[in-house]
């Protein structure tokens, strides 16, 4: 590589805010504007801008909903404010299709607990990423599937955020994954994704929100446990502990909507809960 090309590739990434490291530096050629890829797919990611020094960071990976596209989420002002805010990586994959390919989902077009593996292992890789420092959230289908990596996926991440989605029909029994820290958030006049669940044309279901939250709460022995009741701005929460870890269910008054207020509350509760 020639020093002018050197010189034009350092001076692309540092104007994209996305130098993960100095000795990466010229390595870096996915982040915001362009996707990073791995064999199953895709992500992009932004990291802060005032990143610290020599230091690795957390990362909130948030799931778009049914149609969505990475490449504008990450552009998302709410997001990017959210994430530099409290000085982690935001991270945005893409679903096949603008859909996700969890159990019971119309859409089976990939195996996305070998996705998420493979993005984990890649940004590791490329950016100075926290592995125990990483809260995924998501928005309807997004919320969806970040139900499922809990439960078959839960010791990757140290805490969930779904919004607006949860288990579809068949609901597991079990799940293989212990109880971690999940804060599932809802408005009790969604249409959407109601949260009684409803059908999807002839053949899918989503589930009743009660109903995935039970299989939480019968493997960690809390079935029978009254929820402590708290108030947390416009959320109106029931939140249930076991051994150190949370699952809880905050519910707001409005339909099928997301806020990035929402997914910050959880990083902070989850931050106080981890002692970070």
Known sequence: MSLLTSAITFATVVISGLVPNATMAEEATCGVTAPCEVESGEYYVALPDSP????????????HGWKGKADRAIENKALRNLANELGVALIVPQGIGGSWSYPGSPSQDRDEFKFFDEMLTDVSDRFPIDREKILLSGFSMGGSMVWNLACYKGENYAGFAPIAGAFWDPIPAACPSPLT??????????????????????????????????VWKRQAGLYDTEPTSISAGELQCDVWSAKGE??????????????????????????????W
């Open 181 to 214: 820290n999940l804060y599932h958030t809802h408005g009790v006049e969604d249409k959407t994704v109601p949260m009684v669940g409803r059908a999807i044309g002839a053949n899918w279901r989503q589930s009743d929100v009660f109903d995935s939250l039970d």
């Open 52 to 63: 610290a020094d020599d230091e690795q960071i957390g990362a909130i990976i948030y799931l």
């Open 246 to 275: 949370k699952l809880e269910l905050c519910l707001h008054d409005g339909g099928h909507s997301m806020k990035a207020n929402w997914i910050r509350r959880a990083w902070l509760d989850l931050a106080n809960t981890k002692h």
